[in-house]
Antibody, heavy 119, light 107 residues
Framework: QVQLQESGPGLVKPSETLSLTCTVS????????WSWIRQPPGKGLEWIGY???????NYNPSLESRVTISLDTSKNQFSLKLSSVTAADTAVYYC?????????????WGQGTLVTVSS | DIQMTQSPSSLSASVGDRVTITCRAS??????LNWYQQKLGKAPKLLIY???SLQSGVPSRFSGSGSGTDFTLTISSLQPEDFATYFC?????????FGGGTKVEIK
């Protein structure tokens, strides 16, 4: 059973960089697409982007200038970096596995981690 | 970006009721439509993929239909554990986008 777990600071100051890590167990990240999705408090879901172990990243154009998603196959982890954050970036951040090919879906999610942007 | 519009945004229903939630895409997405259930404080859970395929382990009272721009999620007989928020999501093109959600509450 694949499991994902987010980790990282719960509080980030405005203008700084938000950094989160997702540790994957029960499966290798050397296949599938690995994604970040966020949900502001009380609101809907926003796809941030995904990356493949070969380095084929795809980001939401609304965030593309500030986002990097990278994979560390040696640790079976992937990470999110979001620069120049503002209060609008306050959200629960989920890491997730995205299947692409015969089917296109998000089948495994982490439990989510709340990141608050505040001074 | 493809916009996904869900309706209603919330509904009240009783245990045993048949519940229908609709999702409309701003352009044709073929059958690249997934449905998720989210309970309070939890991550979303995949229910239906490719518009009508039931994810493994999901009860058969859940079903999905539609193609092109109009889609439906149906719960044939609402159970206490089904009270949650439901989201549709399109996988036809990036950026992946989600509907605004439908909150199913107890009447």
């Amino acid at each position: 059973q694949v499991q994902l777990q987010e980790s990282g600071p719960g509080l980030v100051k405005p203008s700084e960089t938000l950094s989160l890590t997702c540790t994957v167990s029960g499966g290798s990240i050397s296949s599938y697409y690995w994604s970040w999705i966020r949900q502001p408090p009380g609101k809907g879901l926003e796809w941030i982007g995904y990356n493949y172990y070969s380095g084929s990243a795809n980001y939401n154009p609304s965030l593309e200038s500030r986002v990097t998603i990278s994979l560390d196959t040696s640790k079976n982890q992937f990470s999110l970096k979001l620069s120049s954050v503002t209060a609008a970036d306050t959200a629960v951040y989920y890491c997730a596995r995205y299947q692409s090919g015969y089917v296109e879906l998000i089948d495994y999610w982490g439990q989510g981690t709340l990141v608050t942007v505040s001074s | 970006d493809i916009q996904m519009t869900q309706s209603p945004s919330s509904l009240s229903a009783s245990v045993g009721d048949r519940v229908t939630i609709t999702c409309r895409a701003s352009q044709s997405i073929s059958s690249y439509l997934n449905w998720y259930q989210q309970k309070l404080g939890k991550a979303p859970k995949l229910l239906i993929y490719a518009a009508s395929s039931l994810q493994s382990g999901v009860p058969s009272r859940f079903s999905g239909s539609g193609s092109g721009t109009d889609f439906t999620l149906t719960i044939s007989s609402l159970q206490p554990e089904d009270f949650a928020t439901y989201f549709c999501q399109q996988s036809s093109s990036t950026p992946l986008t989600f509907g605004g959600g439908t909150k199913v509450e107890i009447k």
